[in-house]
């Protein structure tokens, strides 16, 4: 375990007409498995095919055909508990949840209710004003997605695509604990993070990879502590859900605009009614889809087609001991071994591949040069061309070596960047590039002392107002870093002409 200091951030709170409400908030985010085939059938994944060609038998609910469950996509499930700290189950069973729906072929889904395969876990969400929300998570459990319709292609029928269907899902259920729109948004990024390092999701929210369902409801300051006292959720007040959220900036929005509806209804006398709720970004509110469904609504009952899943502990801890380095622990250690700040270590391990682009960088070197010119050269210049870090022209050894020749001497920071434009743009080795260009930068201190004694004896004017006011020597620094075209070493200048106007 990390040992990780944090101080709680204050819950959002609300001003009413009449009061204070503050804001309590739990996410339901569904994520889709990384795996080539579907839960129950050896289907194709892959998102982009034509529209119900990787849709097996058994997705397609034909007469007699039975699922058959797939341990891959049950190991990552065990994979993604793990890396949540949460408790694995060794013992677990598939449900139906019957419910009648056009892209619902079976007219179940299989789901995991009673007995998920992934039990109590927790999310550190950090914030980036030095506070941190632990968020409980209390299970994760695997389910099939259901199809898509679609309705705007004919302006008289709707089509069907079944691609989805059967597609596995982790359904992972948060605690209660949050209580700000920021924070809500924060978590789901923390969690897509941790599961990208992970490899158990991609966590790709345009393909619907990775969407959240949003629970809302508001309450009295102080309310919330009563809960906490009491697990009595009647504290918190009625909750509703906002279903399929796959945008952090929507995410946010719409438990603003909820919150601020159930505090107008309860402040006029009325009462919130729990529901599902659709979010609609243009016109700026949430709208009722349906009454929000109980268990029993579902008629769920133990799927007779699958026998409960028994998992052993040996192959629990197999797994468990070829997890990755997750994102604290990595943002620690980058702190520790490179000495970087709090932010930086953060930008960096924001991603896998920024963090294993910036250790290559950072190998043998500086690691705060190395941070500094990934984030503020590499990634400013990515993010003005909309390139990813995996299309960077740039390698991780040609950065390095760019880095070298600043340590070395060899190039100042001015012509470290023009060298960094030239590699960018035209490739090659740092290093050949500067001899080949005459880029070295002038360490030859007669030289520099000539190239000063003449900026001096050209301008007797300004070395009488120099001998007065000692801060005008920078104006003779950056004639002489002119005349030499950059390449004279900065602090011999400085050195020099100080040395210079003294006497």
Same mark, same amino acid.
């Given at each position: 375990?990390?040992?990780?200091?944090?101080?709680?951030?204050?819950?959002?709170?609300?001003?009413? #007409?009449? !009061?204070?409400?503050?804001? *309590?908030?739990?996410?339901?985010?569904?994520?889709?498995?990384?795996?080539?085939?579907?839960?129950?059938?050896?289907?194709?994944?892959?998102?982009? #095919?034509?529209?119900?060609?990787?849709?097996?038998?058994?997705?397609? #609910?034909?007469?007699?055909?039975?699922?058959?469950?797939?341990?891959?996509?049950?190991?990552?499930?065990?994979?993604? %508990?793990?890396?949540?700290?949460?408790?694995?189950?060794?013992?677990? #069973?598939?449900?139906?949840?019957?419910?009648?729906?056009?892209?619902?072929?079976? %007219?179940?889904?299989?789901?995991?209710?009673?007995?998920?395969?992934?039990?109590?876990?927790?999310?550190?969400?950090?914030?980036?004003?030095?506070? +941190?929300?632990?968020?409980?998570?209390?299970?994760?459990?695997?389910?099939?997605?259901?199809?898509?319709?679609?309705?705007?292609?004919?302006?008289?029928?709707?089509?069907?695509?079944?691609?989805?269907?059967?597609?596995?899902?982790?359904?992972?259920?948060?605690?209660?604990?949050?209580?700000?729109?920021?924070?809500?948004?924060?978590?789901?990024?923390?969690?897509?993070?941790?599961?990208?390092?992970?490899?158990?999701?991609?966590?790709?929210?345009?393909?619907?990879?990775?969407?959240?369902?949003?629970?809302?409801?508001?309450?009295?300051?102080?309310?919330?502590?009563?809960?906490?006292?009491?697990?009595?959720?009647?504290?918190?007040?009625?909750?509703?859900?906002?279903?399929?959220?796959?945008?952090?900036?929507?995410?946010?929005?719409?438990?603003?605009?909820?919150?601020?509806?159930?505090?107008?209804?309860?402040?006029?006398?009325?009462?919130?009614?729990?529901?599902?709720?659709?979010?609609?970004?243009?016109?700026?509110?949430?709208?009722?889809?349906?009454?929000?469904?109980?268990? !029993?609504?579902?008629?769920?009952?133990?799927?007779?087609?699958?026998?409960?899943?028994?998992?052993?502990?040996?192959? *629990?801890?197999?797994?468990?001991?070829?997890?990755?380095?997750?994102?604290?622990?990595?943002?620690?250690?980058?702190?520790?071994?490179?000495?970087?700040?709090?932010?930086?270590?953060?930008?960096?391990? =924001?991603?896998?591949?920024?963090?294993?682009?910036?250790?290559?960088?950072?190998?043998?070197?500086?690691?705060?040069?190395?941070?500094?010119?990934?984030?503020?050269?590499?990634?400013?210049?990515?993010?003005?061309?909309?390139?990813?870090?995996?299309?960077?022209?740039?390698?991780?050894?040609?950065?390095?070596?760019?880095?070298?020749?600043?340590?070395?001497?060899?190039?100042?920071?001015?012509?470290?960047?023009?060298?960094?434009?030239?590699?960018?743009?035209?490739?090659?080795?740092?290093?050949?590039?500067?001899?080949?260009?005459?880029?070295?930068?002038?360490?030859?201190?007669?030289?520099?002392? +000539?190239?000063?004694?003449?900026?001096?004896?050209?301008?007797?004017?300004?070395?009488?107002? =120099?001998?007065?006011?000692?801060?005008?020597?920078?104006?003779?620094?950056?004639?002489?870093?002119?005349?030499?075209?950059?390449?004279?070493?900065?602090?011999?200048?400085?050195?020099?002409?100080?040395?210079?106007?003294?006497?």
């Amino acid at each position: 375990m990390l040992d990780l200091t944090y101080e709680t951030p204050k819950p959002k709170v609300i001003a009413g #007409a009449k !009061h204070d409400w503050e804001l *309590v908030i739990g996410l339901e985010v569904h994520a889709q498995v990384a795996s080539n085939a579907k839960l129950f059938s050896g289907a194709s994944t892959t998102f982009g #095919a034509e529209p119900n060609s990787n849709v097996a038998f058994v997705d397609a #609910a034909m007469p007699g055909m039975l699922p058959v469950i797939n341990e891959f996509c049950v190991a990552q499930a065990v994979r993604t %508990g793990l890396g949540l700290k949460a408790d694995i189950n060794l013992w677990s #069973a598939f449900d139906r949840k019957n419910y009648f729906y056009p892209d619902l072929p079976q %007219g179940y889904q299989i789901s995991q209710l009673y007995h998920p395969i992934v039990g109590e876990g927790e999310v550190l969400v950090e914030l980036g004003d030095g506070t +941190a929300r632990l968020v409980r998570v209390e299970r994760i459990h695997l389910e099939q997605d259901a199809g898509k319709s679609i309705h705007d292609m004919d302006p008289n029928m709707s089509f069907v695509d079944l691609n989805r269907t059967g597609v596995a899902l982790m359904e992972i259920v948060s605690r209660p604990d949050i209580r700000g729109p920021e924070e809500a948004a924060a978590y789901v990024v923390k969690l897509r993070q941790i599961m990208q390092y992970l490899g158990t999701c991609d966590g790709n929210m345009q393909n619907g990879n990775l969407r959240a369902d949003v629970n809302v409801s508001v309450c009295r300051p102080g309310d919330y502590e009563k809960y906490q006292e009491t697990q009595d959720f009647s504290h918190l007040g009625t909750r509703c859900e906002i279903k399929n959220m796959n945008s952090m900036r929507f995410i946010q929005q719409a438990i603003e605009v909820e919150a601020r509806r159930q505090i107008a209804i309860i402040e006029d006398g009325g009462e919130v009614v729990q529901e599902t709720r659709l979010y609609d970004p243009d016109k700026g509110e949430t709208r009722s889809m349906r009454s929000k469904e109980e268990a !029993h609504d579902y008629r769920y009952f133990p799927c007779p087609d699958l026998l409960p899943l028994e998992i052993e502990q040996g192959w *629990v801890d197999d797994i468990a001991n070829d997890l990755p380095e997750l994102p604290d622990e990595k943002k620690a250690r980058f702190i520790s071994d490179f000495g970087l700040s709090d932010y930086d270590a953060s930008v960096l391990t =924001a991603e896998t591949a920024a963090a294993a682009f910036f250790e290559k960088v950072a190998e043998g070197r500086d690691g705060k040069l190395a941070a500094n010119w990934v984030i503020n050269e590499l990634f400013g210049r990515l993010k003005k061309d909309e390139k990813e870090i995996t299309e960077s022209p740039v390698s991780p050894d040609q950065l390095g070596g760019i880095i070298t020749l600043i340590t070395k001497g060899d190039i100042s920071g001015k012509i470290a960047k023009d060298l960094f434009e030239i590699v960018y743009t035209e490739g090659g080795d740092p290093a050949e590039i500067v001899e080949a260009r005459g880029m070295k930068q002038v360490t030859d201190t007669g030289a520099i002392e +000539a190239a000063v004694d003449q900026v001096i004896a050209d301008n007797p004017a300004q070395v009488a107002k =120099a001998k007065e006011n000692p801060k005008l020597a920078g104006w003779f620094v950056g004639q002489v870093m002119k005349a030499t075209g950059g390449k004279a070493n900065p602090k011999a200048v400085n050195e020099i002409v100080a040395k210079k106007l003294a006497d």
